[in-house]
């Protein structure tokens, strides 16, 4: 992945998308934004204690240096589930700059141009898919739940069946998130996850590996392992570029990974 930097605002892009071309994506961070008081920075989330007209002067900000439409943005009430919404135009600024029947939905798929899909995070991890030959993209957010109920998988599947993609094709971007350094789960964790993406915790419980359970859905999607660019960036580690809802709680704003077919 690379940075791109505006004034003080910082983006993350994967270089494979970037290179293929036909869309504009990118991770945001949390410096260079208008939001103050309990909430400070880029942040894009309306569900948190911010003030509703600063963050949509953030996604004015975003839209523009990323160079996108903002009034077509498709946001989603995410709830932590696998449910994956196949957007077309008349979804077009639902969540943004109109009101929204997208409700407990964790993923956004689709096939036309110009809709910018949205998913924000907090430490859970962003998932971009782009099929350069099918044209088609999605934005996930998969949080541990959503993780637990292959959310990631879900989504190449549905990209199969509802545009023809195959799955060689596909080019995944995985975003800051909580890394196995700081995802601390109970002794339940053999109850949810997998023994091989769990790490004994001495001071109990386990770590869970997020990043190699979604990428191991991907390959036994057939994903191909040379498509898969995970950024590797802990958002605990990095609380200061990243909202961290595990650091800094109610202060907390979300970040967005953000896609757009061209
Ligand atoms: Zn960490």
Request: overall charge negative; glycine content about 10%.
């Amino acid at each position: 992945m690379e940075w791109l930097k505006h004034d003080e605002r910082l983006y993350l892009q994967s270089v494979p998308m970037t290179e293929c071309g036909g869309i504009v994506h990118g991770f945001t961070c949390k410096s260079g934004g208008v939001s103050t008081g309990k909430i400070t920075g880029l942040n894009l989330g309306f569900r948190v204690e911010d003030d509703p007209a600063s963050v949509l002067e953030n996604y004015r900000l975003v839209a523009e240096d990323l160079g996108f439409p903002m009034e077509s943005a498709v946001l989603a009430r995410q709830t932590h589930t696998d449910n994956i919404r196949l957007v077309t135009k008349a979804d077009a600024g639902k969540g943004l700059v109109r009101e929204s029947d997208i409700f407990d939905t964790d993923g956004l798929m689709t096939e036309e141009k110009g809709i910018p899909l949205v998913v924000f995070t907090a430490d859970c991890v962003p998932i971009l898919l782009y099929d350069p030959r099918h044209p088609a993209v999605a934005a996930i957010h998969a949080g541990w739940r959503g993780t637990e109920q292959k959310i990631g998988g879900k989504a190449v599947r549905m990209m199969q069946e509802r545009f023809g993609s195959k799955p060689e094709d596909i080019l995944v971007a995985i975003g800051p998130s909580i890394g196995l350094c700081h995802f601390a789960f109970g002794e339940d964790a053999p109850e949810h996850f997998s023994m091989e993406f769990c790490k004994p915790n001495p001071a109990g419980g386990y770590w869970v590996d997020l990043w190699a359970m979604n990428k191991k859905q991907l390959l036994s999607q057939g994903i191909l392992e040379e498509h898969i660019d995970i950024a590797e960036i802990c958002t605990v580690c990095h609380e200061d570029v990243f909202y961290s809802y595990r650091t800094h709680r109610e202060h907390t704003g979300r970040q967005a990974a953000i896609i757009i077919l061209k």
